[in-house]
Protein backbone atom coordinates (compact mmCIF):
# COMPACT_ATOMS: atom_id res chain seq x y z
CA UNK A 1 0.00 0.00 0.00
CA UNK A 2 1.47 3.56 -1.32
CA UNK A 3 0.01 6.90 -0.15
CA UNK A 4 -1.30 8.44 2.81
CA UNK A 5 -3.84 6.61 4.93
CA UNK A 6 -6.88 8.42 6.08
CA UNK A 7 -7.18 6.72 9.44
CA UNK A 8 -6.43 8.30 12.19
CA UNK A 9 -6.24 6.42 15.72
CA UNK A 10 -8.15 7.83 18.13
CA UNK A 11 -6.99 6.87 22.07
CA UNK A 12 -8.67 7.17 24.99
CA UNK A 13 -7.85 9.65 27.20
CA UNK A 14 -8.17 9.11 31.28
CA UNK A 15 -9.05 12.94 31.48
CA UNK A 16 -11.60 13.19 28.77
CA UNK A 17 -13.43 10.39 29.46
CA UNK A 18 -16.91 9.07 31.35
CA UNK A 19 -17.77 6.18 32.22
CA UNK A 20 -21.58 4.85 32.02
CA UNK A 21 -23.22 1.55 33.61
CA UNK A 22 -26.55 1.32 31.99
CA UNK A 23 -29.00 -1.18 33.11
CA UNK A 24 -26.69 -3.89 34.75
CA UNK A 25 -30.34 -5.09 36.76
CA UNK A 26 -30.09 -8.54 38.78
CA UNK A 27 -33.54 -8.99 37.25
CA UNK A 28 -32.45 -8.60 33.34
CA UNK A 29 -28.87 -10.59 34.19
CA UNK A 30 -31.17 -13.45 33.68
CA UNK A 31 -31.37 -12.65 29.70
CA UNK A 32 -28.18 -13.27 29.07
CA UNK A 33 -26.98 -16.24 27.12
CA UNK A 34 -24.20 -15.57 24.66
CA UNK A 35 -21.91 -15.64 28.33
CA UNK A 36 -21.64 -18.19 30.94
CA UNK A 37 -23.08 -16.82 33.86
CA UNK A 38 -20.02 -16.70 36.53
CA UNK A 39 -17.78 -14.65 33.48
CA UNK A 40 -20.71 -12.38 32.59
CA UNK A 41 -20.67 -11.40 36.39
CA UNK A 42 -17.49 -10.99 37.09
CA UNK A 43 -17.24 -8.55 33.66
CA UNK A 44 -20.34 -6.26 35.08
CA UNK A 45 -18.03 -5.88 37.89
CA UNK A 46 -14.95 -5.25 36.41
CA UNK A 47 -16.79 -2.76 33.79
CA UNK A 48 -17.85 -0.65 36.76
CA UNK A 49 -14.16 -0.88 38.65
CA UNK A 50 -12.43 0.54 35.72
CA UNK A 51 -14.01 4.07 37.00
CA UNK A 52 -12.67 3.56 40.65
CA UNK A 53 -9.07 2.21 39.35
CA UNK A 54 -8.79 5.34 36.84
CA UNK A 55 -11.01 7.86 38.68
CA UNK A 56 -13.19 8.04 35.82
CA UNK A 57 -16.70 10.15 36.35
CA UNK A 58 -19.97 7.93 36.51
CA UNK A 59 -23.27 7.75 35.78
CA UNK A 60 -25.08 5.13 36.54
CA UNK A 61 -29.18 4.33 35.32
CA UNK A 62 -31.70 1.70 35.58
CA UNK A 63 -34.92 0.70 33.32
CA UNK A 64 -38.19 0.63 35.88
CA UNK A 65 -36.29 -1.24 38.44
CA UNK A 66 -39.89 -1.72 40.87
CA UNK A 67 -40.67 -4.01 38.41
CA UNK A 68 -39.12 -7.19 37.85
CA UNK A 69 -36.16 -5.33 35.71
CA UNK A 70 -34.87 -5.80 39.63
CA UNK A 71 -32.10 -2.89 41.00
CA UNK A 72 -28.48 -2.28 40.17
CA UNK A 73 -25.93 -4.90 42.38
CA UNK A 74 -25.55 -3.56 45.75
CA UNK A 75 -22.08 -3.95 44.67
CA UNK A 76 -21.96 -1.15 41.98
CA UNK A 77 -23.79 1.26 44.36
CA UNK A 78 -21.35 0.52 46.80
CA UNK A 79 -18.55 1.76 44.75
CA UNK A 80 -20.17 4.81 43.72
CA UNK A 81 -22.02 6.14 46.84
CA UNK A 82 -22.15 9.72 45.51
CA UNK A 83 -22.66 9.18 41.36
CA UNK A 84 -25.73 9.96 39.30
CA UNK A 85 -28.32 7.10 39.46
CA UNK A 86 -30.99 7.75 37.29
CA UNK A 87 -33.99 5.36 37.65
CA UNK A 88 -35.61 5.47 34.27
CA UNK A 89 -39.70 5.36 34.95
CA UNK A 90 -40.08 4.08 31.61
CA UNK A 91 -38.31 5.04 28.67
CA UNK A 92 -36.08 1.45 27.07
CA UNK A 93 -33.13 3.60 24.99
CA UNK A 94 -31.62 5.57 28.47
CA UNK A 95 -31.10 8.37 26.22
CA UNK A 96 -34.73 9.03 25.76
CA UNK A 97 -34.05 10.08 29.90
CA UNK A 98 -33.29 13.75 29.85
CA UNK A 99 -32.24 13.47 33.43
CA UNK A 100 -29.68 10.82 32.06
CA UNK A 101 -28.64 12.81 29.10
CA UNK A 102 -27.86 16.30 31.11
CA UNK A 103 -25.81 14.00 33.97
CA UNK A 104 -23.61 12.69 31.05
CA UNK A 105 -23.31 16.28 30.21
CA UNK A 106 -22.67 17.57 33.24
CA UNK A 107 -19.05 14.85 33.60
CA UNK A 108 -17.98 17.54 30.66
CA UNK A 109 -16.01 14.31 29.12
CA UNK A 110 -15.67 14.12 25.48
CA UNK A 111 -15.20 10.36 25.04
CA UNK A 112 -17.73 7.92 26.78
CA UNK A 113 -17.26 4.50 27.77
CA UNK A 114 -20.50 2.50 28.19
CA UNK A 115 -22.00 -1.63 28.77
CA UNK A 116 -25.46 -2.35 28.82
CA UNK A 117 -27.06 -5.43 30.07
CA UNK A 118 -28.34 -6.15 26.72
CA UNK A 119 -26.08 -5.76 23.91
CA UNK A 120 -29.10 -5.04 21.16
CA UNK A 121 -31.27 -2.77 23.34
CA UNK A 122 -29.30 -1.26 26.27
CA UNK A 123 -25.82 -0.80 25.13
CA UNK A 124 -27.05 -0.32 21.16
CA UNK A 125 -29.76 2.32 21.88
CA UNK A 126 -27.79 4.35 24.15
CA UNK A 127 -24.37 4.01 22.11
CA UNK A 128 -26.41 5.21 18.54
CA UNK A 129 -27.94 8.17 20.52
CA UNK A 130 -24.86 8.93 22.51
CA UNK A 131 -22.85 8.99 18.73
CA UNK A 132 -25.78 11.15 17.12
CA UNK A 133 -25.19 13.50 19.88
CA UNK A 134 -21.66 13.94 19.21
CA UNK A 135 -19.63 11.85 21.79
CA UNK A 136 -16.92 9.25 21.01
CA UNK A 137 -18.64 6.23 22.21
CA UNK A 138 -16.43 3.00 23.26
CA UNK A 139 -18.90 -0.20 24.07
CA UNK A 140 -17.23 -3.04 26.57
CA UNK A 141 -18.53 -6.16 24.80
CA UNK A 142 -17.18 -8.17 27.02
CA UNK A 143 -19.84 -6.82 29.76
CA UNK A 144 -22.52 -6.67 26.97
CA UNK A 145 -24.47 -9.78 27.18
CA UNK A 146 -28.00 -10.60 24.80
CA UNK A 147 -29.68 -13.93 24.31
CA UNK A 148 -27.72 -15.16 21.24
CA UNK A 149 -24.78 -14.96 19.29
CA UNK A 150 -26.43 -14.19 16.03
CA UNK A 151 -27.94 -11.04 17.69
CA UNK A 152 -24.51 -9.88 19.71
CA UNK A 153 -22.88 -10.06 16.54
CA UNK A 154 -25.52 -8.14 14.47
CA UNK A 155 -25.35 -5.59 16.94
CA UNK A 156 -22.09 -4.88 17.45
CA UNK A 157 -21.63 -4.48 13.48
CA UNK A 158 -24.80 -1.76 13.89
CA UNK A 159 -22.75 -0.16 16.03
CA UNK A 160 -19.26 -0.23 14.74
CA UNK A 161 -20.99 0.85 10.87
CA UNK A 162 -21.63 4.16 13.70
CA UNK A 163 -18.71 4.74 14.47
CA UNK A 164 -18.30 3.12 17.87
CA UNK A 165 -15.20 1.42 18.90
CA UNK A 166 -17.01 -2.03 20.41
CA UNK A 167 -13.50 -3.31 22.52
CA UNK A 168 -12.89 -5.47 24.90
CA UNK A 169 -12.22 -4.29 28.73
CA UNK A 170 -8.60 -5.17 28.90
CA UNK A 171 -8.23 -3.03 25.71
CA UNK A 172 -9.76 -0.23 27.48
CA UNK A 173 -7.90 -0.90 30.24
CA UNK A 174 -5.16 -0.45 28.51
CA UNK A 175 -5.59 3.11 26.40
CA UNK A 176 -6.24 4.49 29.92
CA UNK A 177 -2.87 2.93 31.19
CA UNK A 178 -0.56 3.67 27.94
CA UNK A 179 2.45 2.69 29.63
CA UNK A 180 2.92 0.11 32.16
CA UNK A 181 5.23 2.70 34.46
CA UNK A 182 2.18 4.78 35.05
CA UNK A 183 -0.42 2.75 36.62
CA UNK A 184 -4.09 3.47 37.63
CA UNK A 185 -4.13 6.16 40.29
CA UNK A 186 -6.49 4.53 42.97
CA UNK A 187 -4.50 1.47 42.95
CA UNK A 188 -1.64 -0.94 41.71
CA UNK A 189 -2.62 -2.20 38.13
CA UNK A 190 -1.50 -5.42 38.88
CA UNK A 191 -3.79 -5.63 41.62
CA UNK A 192 -6.61 -4.45 39.05
CA UNK A 193 -5.75 -7.56 36.47
CA UNK A 194 -5.35 -9.86 39.53
CA UNK A 195 -8.79 -9.25 40.56
CA UNK A 196 -10.55 -9.19 36.81
CA UNK A 197 -7.84 -10.74 34.43
CA UNK A 198 -6.71 -13.71 36.22
CA UNK A 199 -4.40 -14.86 33.43
CA UNK A 200 -2.01 -11.76 34.31
CA UNK A 201 -2.96 -11.69 38.02
CA UNK A 202 -1.37 -15.70 38.06
CA UNK A 203 1.23 -14.85 36.09
CA UNK A 204 2.23 -12.10 37.82
CA UNK A 205 1.95 -13.74 41.24
CA UNK A 206 4.01 -16.55 39.97
CA UNK A 207 6.61 -14.06 39.15
CA UNK A 208 6.70 -12.93 42.70
CA UNK A 209 7.25 -16.22 43.97
CA UNK A 210 9.57 -17.46 41.41
CA UNK A 211 11.71 -14.08 41.98
CA UNK A 212 11.55 -14.50 46.07
CA UNK A 213 11.28 -18.14 46.92
CA UNK A 214 12.14 -20.20 43.54
CA UNK A 215 14.76 -22.36 42.46
CA UNK A 216 15.59 -24.39 39.02
CA UNK A 217 13.55 -27.45 39.71
CA UNK A 218 16.13 -30.25 38.18
CA UNK A 219 15.52 -31.30 34.60
CA UNK A 220 14.39 -27.63 33.33
CA UNK A 221 17.86 -25.97 33.01
CA UNK A 222 17.60 -28.09 29.70
CA UNK A 223 14.43 -26.76 28.45
CA UNK A 224 16.16 -23.68 26.55
CA UNK A 225 18.87 -25.67 24.95
CA UNK A 226 15.79 -28.02 23.78
CA UNK A 227 13.97 -25.40 22.42
CA UNK A 228 17.53 -24.51 20.65
CA UNK A 229 17.93 -27.81 19.06
CA UNK A 230 14.26 -27.88 17.81
CA UNK A 231 14.88 -24.77 15.82
Known sequence: MTGT????????????????I?????????????????????NLLAHAYLAKAFELPVVMTTSTEIGPNGPLPAEMIEMFPNAPLIKRPGEI?????EEFR??????GKKQVILAG????????FAALSLREAGYSVWANIEASGTTNEMVRDASNQRMRDAGVHTVSWFAI?????????????GMPVFTLFDRFNPAIGMLARGHVSAIQNGSIVQGMEVLPVIDKKVQ
Open 173 to 185: CGELMRDWRTPPT
Open 102 to 107: NAIAAT
Open 22 to 42: IDMQVGLYNSVRDFEQIYFRQ
Open 117 to 124: ILTDVCTA
Open 5 to 20: SAFKYERLDRNDCALL
Open 93 to 97: NAFDN
